[in-house]
């Protein structure tokens, strides 16, 4: 008596095998792995993580700084940012609606995350007391820094937040 082999089996139609298995979990892992990349490459090409260059010197400057902020308020001084399109203005006055003269300011807008359209000026007072900086920001969100490091209550810094209406068509 002679045996023979026996001819594979095929499922039936809609049946569920271990090759459909195969290829769920490859397209299971395929789409994880594919989305932790991206992720990846997004995270380590928008922001560098920065926010400061040497935490030990933030650190001792920041009781300074604080001393500064306390005397310059007791002075009512009062900071009022403005942006129209093209053109950052800055002014201080002091607790009588006066001026108050910071020499030259230092003028650094970017964006809360990411360093490509970071931007940098240094301007004097005009002559009613305002900053003016020509600057072109596109729509979003920005932080705004204006800063110098003397004046005759210690070093000033005015960080406010604002956003850029896209234009309208």
């Known amino acids: 008596m002679t045996t023979r082999p026996q ?79 093209g053109v950052s203005r800055f002014i201080l006055s002091d607790a009588a609606g006066k001026p108050v003269d910071l020499g030259t300011v230092s003028i650094q807008v970017n964006r809360p995350i990411g360093t490509k359209d970071d931007v940098n000026v240094e301007v004097d007072a005009g002559p009613d007391g305002a900053y003016v900086a020509e600057m072109n920001l596109g729509a979003g969100v920005w932080d705004v820094l204006i800063s110098t490091p003397t004046t005759a209550e210690g070093p000033f810094e005015f960080h406010h937040r604002f956003s850029v209406d896209a234009p309208r068509p």
Not at 26 to 53: E, K, P, R, Y
């Open 7 to 85: 001819a594979a089996a095929v499922p039936a139609p809609g049946t569920f095998t271990g090759r459909h298995m195969l290829l769920v979990m490859i397209a299971f892992f395929g789409v994880i792995i594919s989305v932790n990349v991206m992720l990846a490459v997004f995270s380590s090409t928008t922001w560098s993580g920065l926010v400061v260059q040497n935490s030990y010197v933030a650190s001792q400057e920041f009781q300074v700084k604080r001393d500064a902020l306390a005397a310059q308020q007791a002075l009512g001084w009062k900071p009022h940012f403005s942006y129209a399109p």
